[in-house]
């Protein structure tokens, strides 16, 4: 088990350091931002699958993290000075207003069932939709405004280097935090909370420090999100960033970290072709239906996902060879 | 005065319309504590195929006819292929029905279309009453009637016959009521599917009230359902719709006089009520 490890991590530098050098080897600019923005959904999706995949809790208002870190750091950059000092401060300041904020929503809605804070979510980041569009002053609403991004990422190859190292900090830190002995907890509250209670550990301070972890990350990944469009308008709050986290999460894989990154991946690459293919065939401008029902039937037949099912299929495989016995089957949803 | 006046006719108006798409959902969530983030889509399905029975027919009353029969087959086929699978895993249920909303809400794009839809008032609920100075508009009139008809009706319904002795007893403990051999399953499709054609319904009567229809509707109307679910108990039928007419009320009245709070007041009420009081403010009564 441990060499088998050792050749997963072998193949992701590998791959990390293909990613690396493609700019420089490929010229084309289509898929240096197609690559960018698939770094950008992973992390978020990463950030939701810490609630939904470890934790066991279904949020539907993941946006407003990701909307918040989006303006911060476009509301700094356009009204003080687009410089990377100013990046930088603006992503740190929007991961802090996302932490305070998931901390307080935590702390209030988190003792309810799951979907009582489900509703209670979705009810909040709606709330945080209204604000946008009516702070008009700030943000312009839902036309949005402009900015200039930092001369450091004129070029599209370093903010594509940047996203990407972004990408794999925080894979590293996720790791390391849901194989920690806390992150241990939080699968153990998903699995029995009743259980894990009178273990003496209290479910709420953990869910609760889960929350902050998430929304801290999906600031970040906002944060990103803004600076690659140079643009920032509502809809980076509404709930359809909150769906493609899900949609991503659970077709890449519920409760694993590689997953959302594969499901980010696999989306944003079929949305680019769909729409590619919508000139053609009208009916592939609603690309939303094939993932509704795709996700729909992942729910349903394979709530492990793309990763889970694979991962699943090599460790039957090896048990066979190995004549042991299986490992007992986990469901994560 | 008339301002007072219109402003309280067209909250109740409003709070009609929520409790329509309300009682459905509490009444599920309640039966089988299944909670549908589909019931949005159902509603948005009700307005946009009412117009169209009604364009097609030239009678408002077929349309309604259509949209509650497209509520009810819709709210059959969401039971069989998406609640019944995941039947007993919450978050399961919480992630597939959000996903079927998906899956609604673009089909309505992929069947009439992207742009929004103009609903005429038929001709014989359009212009108002008059009485001295006050105005009042026939519409809204007619759809606080509808409101409160079904109200009545389904409130006939629980109380004194058996099928609503039998929803009721499965409200308060499911396990004892299929102990006592009835089918409960039967009995969540039958709620599941008034419920889906009481969305429908809510759907097309909204539909000449704003004039326009669009496929966003039904997430919207939806998060104002969830709040009336909230505040109203789940499972709490005559709850729904206190909680829906002061929703609607709130609305009605923040819209004019605090109008950046109007969507903000409800959603603050549902997160006291949630915190405070989550069992709700009218629960069902043992």
């Given at each position: 088990m441990k060499r088998k490890f050792q050749l997963n991590h072998y193949l992701l530098v590998v791959i990390v350091l293909a990613l690396v050098i493609f700019p420089f080897v490929s010229d084309s600019r289509t898929w240096t931002i197609l690559l960018t923005q698939i770094f950008i959904f992973s992390i978020l999706a990463m950030s939701y699958d810490i609630l939904l995949g470890y934790t066991g809790i279904v949020s539907f208002g993941h946006a407003m993290f990701f909307g918040m870190g989006a303006y911060t750091t476009a509301v700094m950059l356009k009204r003080i000075e687009p410089t990377m000092g100013m990046f930088i401060l603006s992503i740190g300041v929007g991961m802090l207003l996302a932490g305070l904020i998931s901390f307080f929503i935590g702390l209030l809605t988190l003792r309810l069932k799951s979907h009582f804070f489900a509703m209670l979510t979705l009810a909040v980041s709606g709330l945080f939709l209204v604000l946008a569009e009516k702070w008009r002053t700030l943000t312009q609403g839902n036309d949005g405004f402009t900015f200039k991004a930092p001369e450091f990422f004129k070029d599209r190859v370093m903010f594509y280097l940047v996203a990407l190292a972004c990408l794999?900090?925080?894979?590293?830190?996720?790791?390391?935090?849901?194989?920690?002995?806390?992150?241990?907890?939080?699968?153990?509250?998903?699995?029995?909370?009743?259980?894990?209670?009178?273990?003496?550990?209290?479910?709420?301070?953990?869910?609760?420090?889960?929350?902050?972890?998430?929304g801290v990350i999906a600031s970040l990944a906002g944060s990103l999100y803004a600076v690659s469009l140079r643009f920032v308008n509502t809809s980076v709050l509404t709930m359809d960033i909150t769906l493609d986290a899900l949609l991503m999460t659970i077709i890449g894989g519920v409760g694993t970290l590689i997953g959302p990154i594969v499901g980010a991946?696999?989306?944003?690459?079929?949305?680019?072709?769909?729409?590619?293919?919508?000139?053609?065939?009208?009916?592939?401008?609603?690309?939303?239906?094939?993932?509704?029902i795709v996700y729909i039937l992942a729910v349903v037949f394979f709530p492990r996902g793309i990763v889970g099912t694979v991962r699943e299929q090599i460790w039957k495989r090896k048990t066979k060879k190995d004549g042991s016995k299986p490992v007992p089957k986990k469901e994560v949803l | 005065m008339e301002l007072l006046i219109n402003l309280t006719i067209n909250g109740l108006a409003t709070g009609m319309l929520i409790f329509l798409l309300a009682s459905g959902l509490t009444l599920i969530f309640g039966l089988m504590s299944v909670l549908n983030f589909a019931h949005g889509g159902l509603f948005a399905w009700g307005a946009y195929s009412g117009v169209w029975f009604y364009s097609l027919t030239g009678s408002f009353f077929l349309g309604i006819l259509g949209a509650i029969l497209t509520g009810a087959i819709l709210g059959f086929i969401t039971e069989k292929l998406i609640i019944t699978p995941v039947y007993g895993n919450h978050v399961?249920?919480?992630?597939?029905?959000?996903?079927?909303?998906?899956?609604?809400?673009?089909?309505?794009?992929?069947?009439?279309?992207?742009?929004?839809?103009?609903?005429?008032?038929?001709?014989?609920?359009?212009?108002?009453?008059?009485?001295?100075?006050?105005?009042?508009?026939?519409y809204r009139l007619?759809?606080?009637?509808?409101?409160?008809?079904?109200?009545?009706?389904?409130?006939?319904?629980?109380q004194k016959t058996k099928i609503g002795l039998v929803v009721r007893a499965g409200v308060m403990n499911k396990e004892m009521v299929q102990a006592l051999g009835i089918n409960i399953k039967r009995v969540f499709l039958y709620v599941?599917?008034?419920?889906?054609?009481?969305?429908?319904?809510?759907?097309?009567?909204?539909?000449?009230?704003?004039?326009?229809?669009?496929?966003?509707?039904?997430?919207?109307?939806?998060?104002?359902a969830f709040i009336v679910v909230v505040i109203g108990g789940m499972g709490s039928f005559s709850g729904s719709l206190s909680a829906a007419i002061l929703v609607g009320l709130a609305g009605s009245y923040m819209a004019y006089y605090v109008p950046a709070l109007s969507l903000a007041v409800n959603m603050m009420l549902m997160a006291i009520v949630l915190i405070f009081r989550p069992q709700g403010l009218f629960t069902a009564k043992g």
């Open positions: 794999v900090l925080v894979y590293l830190f996720l790791r390391r935090f849901v194989n920690s002995p806390f992150g241990r907890v939080l699968v153990a509250v998903r699995e029995n909370e009743q259980r894990t209670r009178s273990l003496g550990f209290n479910p709420l301070h953990y869910k609760v420090i889960a929350s902050v972890v998430a991946g696999v989306i944003e690459l079929a949305q680019h072709y769909l729409s590619g293919l919508a000139k053609e065939y009208p009916i592939f401008e609603r690309w939303i239906i094939f993932f509704g | 399961q249920q919480i992630l597939i029905t959000l996903g079927f909303m998906l899956v609604l809400t673009e089909m309505l794009k992929v069947v009439w279309g992207p742009n929004q839809i103009a609903a005429k008032v038929p001709p014989y609920l359009a212009g108002s009453y008059e009485f001295g100075d006050v105005l009042i508009i026939k007619f759809i606080i009637f509808v409101g409160f008809l079904i109200f009545g009706i389904f409130q006939y319904m629980l599941f599917m008034t419920g889906a054609a009481l969305a429908a319904l809510g759907g097309v009567l909204f539909a000449p009230y704003s004039g326009v229809i669009y496929a966003e509707m039904g997430f919207e109307f939806a998060i104002l």
